[in-house]
């Protein structure tokens, strides 16, 4: 369970650097479960007159016309915040959650996050393995009945959060929901962005893309956002149902075209792409809106980084727009710990090693072009603020793998499993031997809990871990040639370095945390 800090001050710093990642990764995550943050943004007045619903400061006079939907892996927690928020001013609600998260949540104990046994809010089931289903499109179809039986008096409470795209599925006629999940399946393959999945979903949704706002027309619409998406655009967060699309049409060919699908379509995804099939509803300026992101990667980040300057690190949030091919992003962090290592631990004084790693870094920051990333500022921080201080670097966002086998992993097993080997790699060739003077893990995990189709949330490495590996008899190189980084993990050394949370019931993407030390310290 996701639970707060046992240990305090630098006395804790004798402590496993794992055992700290894992501290700083619980903690990140309970700062943005979904009720302290409902809570914090949405407050019941009734000492006026007339009860009103207050959101960042915007009142809404309650006359017994509150409506709540909702779709994401975090919502069942939310509407159960909105639910003890709202009591009997709220007059039905329908919500589409994860297959098996309410039994989950009920085995873990996490009542809070469950409704009240006599809820006006309908909890809907569906999109087992964030796969777009049936059960997802009862839901959807439920949640459009609602909105669009709405009038001008009425307002809806719309709670959105990560995962919400497959919990929504309501593709637009003549295109089925199995012609459409092939589409996203085949793309994600390929290695496509969430922004670039999440365009195409738009294309051909009734109610991604601003649909249901349009369907709740023209009622007064409250959206409350938790943000999985870098740099929290609103129209992309489970393809922006209350949110007018700034992609075209034009936008889609360009992405089918970059990973070669353009001959792969059906027909019906033909016919609505190419402007046959007329957009529904009114109107286009949405002013009936009100979109509000209440949580995101970066709120979980300054949470972790505290917790970090409390046990004593020099702690430094790169960034929370990471992304980009997961062995891409390996390389980057395995450098970074180079240069980290060579610059500010003081390990070594070869300066022309030293030149070599940051010239190498500085190509990747530019091939990636990560946003809000300085590494060179940081670096600058850390030599001039370290001393002997252990080191905490700290990032998020959401890389992406291009697979290739048919093993089972996800994409932060698979990155912690690539920095390993990035790092054994760099410490067998003549002039990496510094790096056994310095102490190393390197933590990546999914804030929902669950990292691709695994019970995991991802995984720990060192730059010992390969090398233990292959005395062992494992093959690092064959497991990440099959994309089966789970397996390996879960197999070697019986699973200690895997990531188990369970679904935590909230969802900001991903945390990485790099930790350094210099030995003996």
Known sequence: MLGQPTTSGASSLSMALREHGLHFFRSAVGTILPGPMLKRALVLETTTGCPRLVLRDQPFELKRNLYLVGFGKAVLGMAAAAEDILGEHLVRGVISVPHGIQETLQYRGLREMLLKPQSRILAMEGAKNNLPDRDALKAASAIQDLAEGLTAEDLLLVLISGGGSALLPAPIPPVTLEEKATITRLLASKGATIQELNTLRKALSLLKGGGLARFAYPAQVLSLILSDVIGDPLDIIASGPTVASSHSIQDCFQILTKYNLLNDLPESVQTVLSGSVTEHGTPQDFHHVCNVVIGSNRLALEEAKRQAENLGYLSVLLSDGVCGEVSTVAQLYSLLIQLVCLSTIRVSRNDSLKDKVRGALSNLVEELAIPRLDLMDALKTLQESHGDMPICLLAGGETTVHLQ?????????????????????????????????????????????????????????????????????????????????????????????????????????????????????
């Open 405 to 521: 086998g048919k093993g089972k992993g996800g994409r932060n097993q698979e990155l912690a499993l690539r920095v390993a080997l990035e790092l054994h790699k760099a410490k067998s060739t003549a002039e990496g031997n510094y790096l056994e003077r310095c102490e190393v893990a390197f933590l990546s995990g999914g804030t929902d809990g669950q990292d691709g189709p695994t019970e995991a949330a991802g995984a720990f490495c060192s730059q010992a871990l390969v090398e233990e590996a292959e005395q062992e008899g494992f093959i690092v190189e064959d497991f990440l040639s099959n994309n089966d980084s789970y397996t390996f993990f879960s197999q070697f050394q019986s699973g200690r370095h895997l990531l188990m949370t369970g679904l935590t019931g909230t969802n900001v993407m991903d945390i990485h945390t790099v930790l350094i030390r210099a030995k003996g310290s």
